[in-house]
């Protein structure tokens, strides 16, 4: 329960409310009364039924597919809270959309990930509280303060719950090398080896796998991602672990689901045995609840809302 001082309200738009309840729950307050709409144009409509007036204001949403509705709603509700008079204002973001547009990967591409940085920014947010970015350095595309919170604890939890002395049989797997630093990290938490799938993508959202770092034979392994997408390259990572490997039993975990195309349909037909996602984006609706589990964020970030709140520091978190 939040106990003292300057109020402190919880709003949310429309990208993932159920995640937004919950983490009010843990607070132990009610949600914020607002509504968002939309006009005949398609144009974002927000209205906010309660005083916002030097208050502490969190407000979550992540832009999540519809990507840029769920940008604007963000960004609009940001200004309401502004014009309110609101005393700081907190982005919520537990998944950060164009995170993966972070570098120019060719001739005049953009930079995405910077451009809403600024839009986040120039819209009236004082802080960033989001997860598992997918380039950390998009800490540094802005110029107020941004926490990135790790999802990596709660599967270690999850994991050795689950799997118990047995894990001295398992072997943690980056499924590129971009994954490497995240899936070593992770390894160390639960005391396994690491192995790296190395792999030449060809054009963007696919990839084909060419080699294994590592012994994998024999071993029941753990794929550790930031976020599944197309799911192309999590479910050629796991095919290569078995056909080339040897690996006797695959699993799989990411902080985020975007699952968009043809993920469903690639994670039914794959080799992995169960795919664990958080709920920073909600579960699209035919997703296999037998292969696909979801644990929740809401404990982590109402603990670093708090702390926030609290002007104590959230590093302990990371």
Request: with cysteine.
């Amino acid at each position: 329960m939040i106990p003292h001082g300057k109020e402190i309200k919880v709003f949310t738009g429309n990208s993932n409310r159920q995640l937004a309840e919950s983490i009010c729950k843990e607070l132990g307050i009610k949600l914020g009364s607002n509504e968002i709409k939309t006009f005949s144009d398609g144009e974002v409509s927000v209205s906010i039924y309660e005083t916002v007036r030097g208050t502490d204001v969190f407000v979550v949403q992540s832009t999540c597919n519809p990507v840029n509705d769920n940008l604007m709603e963000l960004l609009i509700m940001i200004d309401a809270f502004k014009r309110a008079s609101a005393g700081r204002i907190t982005a919520v973001i537990p998944y950060f959309g164009y995170a993966r547009q972070d570098r120019k990967a060719k001739a005049r591409d953009p930079i995405s990930a910077k451009l809403v940085a600024d839009m986040l920014t120039v819209a009236g947010a004082n802080r960033v509280l989001t997860m598992d970015l997918h380039a950390a350095q998009i800490q540094g595309f802005f110029n107020i303060p941004v926490d990135n919170l790790l999802g990596s604890s709660l599967f270690v939890r999850y994991y050795k719950r689950k799997f118990g002395e047995d894990i001295c049989n398992m072997i943690v797997v980056a499924p590129d090398i971009g994954s490497v630093s995240r899936a070593r990290t992770f390894s160390q938490r639960m005391g396994m080896g690491l192995a790296i799938v190395d792999k030449r993508r060809q054009k963007a959202n696919s990839s084909e796998v060419m080699n294994i770092i590592g012994d994998v034979k024999g071993k029941r392994v753990i794929l550790l991602d930031d976020m599944v997408d197309t799911a192309g390259s999590l479910c050629g990572a796991a095919k290569a672990l078995v056909e080339i490997g040897g690996a006797e039993e695959i699993y799989a975990c990411a902080s985020h689901g975007v699952l968009s195309g043809q993920a469903l349909d690639r994670i039914n037909e794959s080799v992995i045995k169960e795919l664990l996602l958080l709920d920073t984006i909600p579960l699209p609706a035919g997703a296999d609840t037998n292969r696909i589990k979801v644990i929740s964020v809401a404990s982590l970030f109402a603990e670093a809302i708090e702390r926030i709140y609290e002007e104590i520091s959230v590093s302990t978190l990371f």
